[in-house]
């Protein structure tokens, strides 16, 4: 079974510019959810959708932050415009739902460096 | 305000040895809980999950909840050096709450 692809691993960009990241959930799953990883904030959701619905768009982060579910096999994560402050790894992950939400299914992360 | 606190922090214990890791949580909707594993350049796995009070045994790994003290720990027997890496503890209600990680324990595991 593939798990969750997520595309690119790393990605560098200058303060300023618009940076995609792009994931692929695992097939089937109904829940999909973009965290951002930094080892001071530790894992913090930036969006949540279920059944291609947005749930939760991450409250503080919604003003550059924007994620789109364009269909039940593919989700992007636009930053725009990035900012240094934005320098973490980013992590998908797809969920069946389910009893308390039920088990997360992580893809490797996309490291983004914004200079 | 975390609503998920792990200690310790970090921890290392020697090949062949017993960490202990633990978990407690402050919201009394929380009724689910995970133990997540993360190894340096991936993202992070699910190792086992535990909604029932008591013990839950996989392997060299074992979880116990006490859902009335709200406390999750995680117990890791014969330690190994692959053992080495970030844990999370991640909780979540019913009714749709989505799920809630801590920040996690760093586990060092030496030869």
């Known amino acids: 079974d593939a798990g969750v692809t997520q595309t690119p691993r790393h990605e560098v960009a200058e303060k300023g510019q618009t940076i995609i990241l792009k994931c692929e959930p695992v097939?089937?799953?109904?829940?999909l959810f973009w965290y951002r990883q930094t080892k001071i904030q530790g894992l913090e959701l930036l969006s949540y959708?279920?059944?291609?619905?947005?749930?939760?768009d991450g409250g503080a982060f919604k003003d550059r932050f924007k994620a789109e579910m364009l269909n039940s096999s593919f989700s992007t994560l636009k930053i725009q415009p990035t900012e240094p402050k934005d320098s973490a790894v980013y992590l998908c992950?797809?969920?069946?739902?389910?009893?308390?939400?039920?088990?997360?299914?992580f893809g490797p992360g996309t490291r983004l460096t914004v200079l | 305000q975390q609503k998920v606190q792990q200690s310790p922090e970090s921890l290392s214990v020697p090949e062949g040895g017993m960490a202990s890791l633990n978990c407690t949580s402050s919201d009394r909707n929380f009724q689910y809980f995970w133990w997540y594993r993360q190894h340096s350049g991936e993202g992070p796995k699910a190792l086992m999950?535990?909604?029932?009070?008591g013990d839950k045994k996989e392997g060299r790994f074992t979880a116990h909840l006490n859902k009335a003290s709200l406390h999750v720990s995680l117990h890791i027997r014969d330690s190994q050096p692959s053992d080495s890496a970030l844990y999370f503890c991640?909780?979540?209600?019913?009714?749709?709450?989505?799920?809630?990680f801590g920040s996690g324990t760093r586990l060092l595991v030496s030869p």
């Open positions: 999950s535990i909604f029932s009070d």
């Open positions: 959708f279920r059944s291609k619905s947005l749930m939760e």
């Open positions: 097939s089937g799953h109904n829940d």
């Open positions: 992950a797809s969920s069946l739902g389910g009893t308390g939400g039920g088990e997360q299914y």
């Open positions: 991640a909780a979540s209600g019913a009714g749709g709450y989505k799920v809630v």
